[in-house]
């Protein structure tokens, strides 16, 4: 089995609004998600804070990206148990989606659309939960949402650190 969706979406921006606008995920979409989340582990090591004045920041960052590699490994298993065939994951060098566009100086106003991001993707994947049949599969979904959430209240002490430095 392919480990890339087949369809993918050309951007990173695309594949966020083809997610968004679904109801339920099907395999398709959980590889595309898979992409996003492995691809927001690399940009939360990648954007983050690097001065080593900022350490709490950059670890409070870190910690997110490690979160998103979980979603990720959660979405493999849910393919698995969908499809009873193993699934491997992408690497970052077959991810279309890994490396970001050049964005600004990590700022608040940055962090703040990132906040934004988490807290929409808490939302679609309670939706996705809503709407998955398998039981199992519904917590993993859940279990990712609150996560998001718990990234976005990290973004806003990342926020609070850079205010005070």
């Not at 039981?135 to 996560?147: C, N």
């Amino acid at each position: 089995m392919s480990s890339l969706p087949h369809d993918m979406p050309a951007d990173y921006g695309a594949a966020l609004a083809r997610l968004f606008n679904a109801k339920q995920l099907d395999v398709e979409d959980m590889k595309l998600m898979i992409l996003l989340e492995m691809a927001g582990a690399s940009r939360s090591t990648r954007g983050s804070p690097s001065s080593s004045s900022l350490p709490e920041a950059k670890e409070l960052l870190l910690q997110n990206g490690r979160e998103e590699t979980a979603h990720a490994h959660r979405l493999k298993r849910a393919i698995e148990k969908k499809t009873g065939a193993a699934f491997v994951l992408p690497t970052l060098a077959q991810n279309p989606y890994a490396t970001p566009p050049a964005f600004p100086a990590v700022d608040a106003a940055l962090l703040a659309g990132v906040q934004q991001g988490e807290t929409a993707g808490d939302v679609a994947y309670q939706g996705y939960a809503d709407h998955e049949p398998d039981p199992e599969i519904a917590e993993w979904l859940r279990q990712s949402g609150r996560e998001e959430l718990r990234h976005r209240d990290r973004v806003g002490k990342v926020i609070e650190i850079l205010a005070r430095a």
